[in-house]
């Protein structure tokens, strides 16, 4: 698929601790230099499937900062795998922010003790300016019959999804298909079972989001790919007719968290700009590049244009009026599992329900 490669500023941790722009950066003088002058450097470590929407709103705020203060604003991003991105981050790779997966992975980097407690109280709404939810893209005509998250059981029925010990989609995958199970009245037991199962079925389990679009789309293996909403629109957008989207009975709200990245903004002098980064996502403006991006935006008027009547659950095609957003779905949210520190704890830290589950396939 051509979009990969297309727009793209993804570099790697590699390529951005080579570029040098961290160098000195405890120094006053590094400090200074940075926070001031015609040009100003952020970094924004961010997970797989945002590569295209902050493409575009870089350049968005990169405008919107000039006209605000005269300052050219550069900013580098890293993508990749949600929980591998705060890993990094909390060992050493310096972001003056981080737009991750979940709020999960953002605590990871303040555990680090690099962002202040009270960071979902930053920004509006727990500090998540968008969210979105998980549905299934298969391959056009559904040949496999996909409906609903028990169809990922059946035998013969190849699934992607990637790992959720790296992964924050994966995660956002695991957690709803446990709650559809949950729905349906199974014990604890049972459902540990059905997703035991799930993954069973499981044919590659790549390091994040994006990796496993590729195995799905262009490696051309599995049957149905667990996606992020944005992926699966983005996929059926580039190639209406080899795809198609099937929105489950229920899924979950997620919601990626954004936060400054204290400890490194401080040393460089670049609270400002990072901080407004993050606010301006926020914006009219942005927000509408969000939705175009295909997720939902926190501001309701404009989630509104972009939302869609009809009960259908199977999407074929890319709406010619622009309204993407299929409500008709049962969306539970981290609360129902206790909050992040609770559901990792139960499900993702090493010895948990996962590595039991998985461990076994």
């Known amino acids: 698929m051509k979009r990969f490669g297309k727009k793209t500023i993804a570099v790697t941790t590699a ?182 199962k799930l993954y069973q079925n499981v044919l590659v389990l790549d390091s994040g989001a994006r990796g496993s679009t590729t195995t799905f789309t262009e490696n051309g293996q599995g049957d149905v790919l667990i996606a992020w909403e944005n992926e699966a629109f983005l996929s059926v957008e580039e190639n209406p007719d080899d795809y198609e989207i099937v929105v489950p009975s229920v899924s979950i709200l997620c919601q990626p968290t954004v936060a400054v990245v204290d400890e490194v903004v401080d040393s460089r002098g670049t609270r400002d700009v990072a901080t407004e980064y993050l606010q301006y996502l926020y914006s009219d403006e942005a927000q509408k590049l969000e939705a175009k991006n295909y997720y939902r935006p926190s501001n309701q008027e404009i989630l509104a244009e972009y939302t869609a009547d009809g009960d259908s659950n199977t999407i074929t095609e890319i709406p010619s009026d622009g309204k993407w957003i299929i409500t008709n779905v049962e969306l539970t949210d981290i609360s129902h599992f206790g909050g992040w520190k609770e559901a990792s704890e139960k499900h993702f830290t090493d010895g948990a329900l996962f590595d039991s589950i998985y461990e076994e396939k």
């Open 15 to 196: 390529a951005i601790l080579a570029l040098g722009v961290f160098s000195g950066c405890g120094s006053n003088d590094k400090q200074s230099d940075t926070a001031s002058g015609d040009e100003v450097e952020i970094v924004n470590v961010s997970y797989d499937p945002t590569r295209e929407l902050y493409a575009a709103y870089n350049d968005l705020f990169a405008n919107y900062w000039k006209e605000k203060t005269g300052q050219d604003v550069v900013v580098t991003q890293s993508h990749g795998g949600s929980g591998k991105q705060a890993l990094e981050v909390a060992n050493g790779l310096e972001a003056d922010v981080v737009t991750l997966a979940l709020e999960g992975d953002v605590d990871t980097v303040a555990d680090a003790g690099l962002i202040d407690a009270g960071y979902t109280d930053e920004f509006e709404l727990d500090s998540s300016p968008y969210t979105s939810t998980i549905v299934f893209l298969v391959r056009k005509g559904n040949p496999k019959d996909i409906q609903d998250w028990d169809d990922l059981l059946k035998d013969g029925v190849g699934v992607i999804t990637p790992n959720p010990k790296t992964s924050g989609g994966a995660r956002w995958n695991y957690l709803a298909a446990w709650y559809y199970f949950e729905k349906q009245g199974q014990s604890e037991a049972e459902i540990t079972e059905s997703i035991k």
